[in-house]
């Protein structure tokens, strides 16, 4: 069965890969990847992506999609200007991963990314973006059964991730946040699975090394939400084991990682920072970024910090409404955490990072991600959202009705998202209609169910007097 529905998943993203950089974010990681593997350099300015050619151009091998001019003209704007030289504001290690495997395809006679950029962009992207949704896919199936779904509990739990959330969207072309969210799915699985060891009196060090290895990569997918996910995983094997060597080998296993993220991205900015959060290496000609619109340096005012924060999570590119199962983990929080579980701990962990990411995100930005499908920053939270849902379904088998009617709608709007992309330009068309509908639809839902509850109840009957 896991290898059946790892090929499906692996088909349905492969359907939607694109054989170019769909927009600035994407064109500044591939630039990164094209100039590290084939010109031994991070700097991106002579990269395809960086200024595209105008014979690749002609010839119908576009680094960028054929009917967008001003992408073909100029480039992803994603650059930094440091020291005479442009570079990617990527993370780095990951450029190095991908570097890697494009190298590996040179090895074997796949054409260089100046000869076919269409191609390198294509095969970057299902060796990554449809790759992690694989792997995420896999990680859940596996994370259910664990809670002990089982039948149709499961399936429609899976599917409804796989199918009717902005997932899918994010296969169509290169990006961190897929990556991030098949290491959140991995993370979320592991921990339970190292929950169960703990209380069998077991020490898996593998699992530890596995764990710290995934926080290391998770730091260095997003230097913003990476440092938490790794600080509030350091916790969780803390509070686990209560002993100093699961917590030195958690430290030894995602220590290199780490240190590699710092110090090259020290190496490039000069500073431990994340480089766009350093206004100076924006300020190069003609560059769309300034101190009003920073990740990390432009923020909200306190009037506005409360209804920015909330429209992160409901607004027209909040997370929430962009997945419309999500919409249920508001009563399984409730229902879940006070509730004595064994899942707990994990879950307080999961979701915690969630809270700590959305808040960090809210007091450091004011731009909602930019050009992107929903809040880019929150895809992950697809993994530690599904799995409350997993354990409240678990205990709740009767909501299977409210999760289905939602991913229902839910679905609708994924397929307008993943026709759209990860980068559109304008808000998904439909949403608000199709948001209404999905809550009336569980509105409904809500109503009958209460209703057949109070139909159960016996009417009392006056005594009858003696």
């Not at 596995?210 to 509030?232: I, M, Q």
């Not at 220590?255 to 490039?268: E, S």
């Not at 409404?321 to 929080?333: F, K, S, Y």
Request: some cysteine; glycine content about 10%; charged content about 10%.
């Amino acid at each position: 069965m896991p290898w059946l529905l790892g090929l499906c998943a692996l088909a349905l993203a492969a359907v939607g890969v694109r054989p170019y950089a769909g927009g600035w974010n994407d064109g500044s990681r591939l630039a990164a990847v094209e100039s590290l593997a084939d010109r031994h350099t991070l700097a991106i300015d002579d990269s395809v992506f960086c200024r595209p050619p105008a014979e690749l151009i002609s010839e119908g091998h576009t680094p960028y999609p054929p009917d967008n001019p001003i992408l073909l003209a100029h480039g992803t704007q994603d650059k930094l200007f440091i020291q005479g030289h442009y570079y990617s504001e990527k993370p780095a290690v990951i450029t190095g991963l991908m570097a890697g495997l494009y190298q590996g395809g040179r090895w074997l006679g796949w054409p260089s990314a100046q000869e076919r950029p269409d191609l390198f962009a294509w095969a970057m992207t299902l060796a990554t973006a449809a790759a992690a949704y694989v792997v995420a896919v896999l990680a859940l199936y596996f994370l259910g059964g664990e809670i002990g779904l089982g039948g149709r509990l499961r399936i429609a739990w899976l599917a409804s991730f796989a199918l009717t959330t902005c997932a899918l969207t994010y296969t169509r072309h290169v990006n961190n946040h897929i990556l991030q969210l098949a290491v959140l799915a991995v993370i979320c699985w592991q921990s339970v699975r190292l929950a169960r060891d703990t209380l069998a009196g077991r020490m898996p060090w593998l699992r530890l090394v596995g764990l710290g290895t995934l926080a290391g990569l998770g730091f260095n997918l997003d230097f913003g939400s990476g440092p938490l996910l790794a600080a509030a995983l350091f916790g969780l094997v803390v509070y686990r084991y209560r002993r100093p060597a699961p917590a030195l080998v958690f430290i030894l296993a995602a220590g290199p990682w780490v240190a590699a993220g710092l110090g090259l991205n020290y190496a490039i900015g000069g500073v431990w920072k994340p480089m766009n959060m350093v206004a100076e290496y924006l300020a190069w000609p003609g560059s769309p970024f300034s101190a009003d619109n920073l990740t990390g340096y432009a923020r909200p005012g306190p009037a506005r910090l409360g209804l920015y924060a909330l429209a992160l999570l409901f607004g027209k590119k909040g997370i929430v409404v962009h997945n419309l199962p999500l919409l249920l983990t508001l009563p399984a929080l409730m229902a879940v955490l006070r509730r004595p579980s064994a899942h707990r701990p994990e879950l307080i962990f999961a979701l915690g990072w969630c809270g700590a990411t959305w808040l960090l995100y809210s007091l450091l930005s004011n731009n909602s991600g930019g050009v992107c499908c929903s809040i880019r920053w929150f895809v992950p939270f697809l993994g530690p959202g599904y799995y409350l849902l997993a354990v409240y379904l678990r205990q709740c088998p009767e909501r299977l009705a409210d999760l289905v009617a939602l991913s229902i709608w839910g679905g609708v709007l994924a397929a307008i998202m993943w026709w759209q992309g990860p980068w559109p330009m304008h808000m998904v068309p439909g949403l608000w209609p199709i948001v209404g509908a999905a809550l009336l639809t569980w509105a409904v839902l809500w109503w009958r169910r209460r209703r057949a509850a109070g139909q159960d109840v016996p009417e009392e009957r006056p005594a009858i007097a003696a």
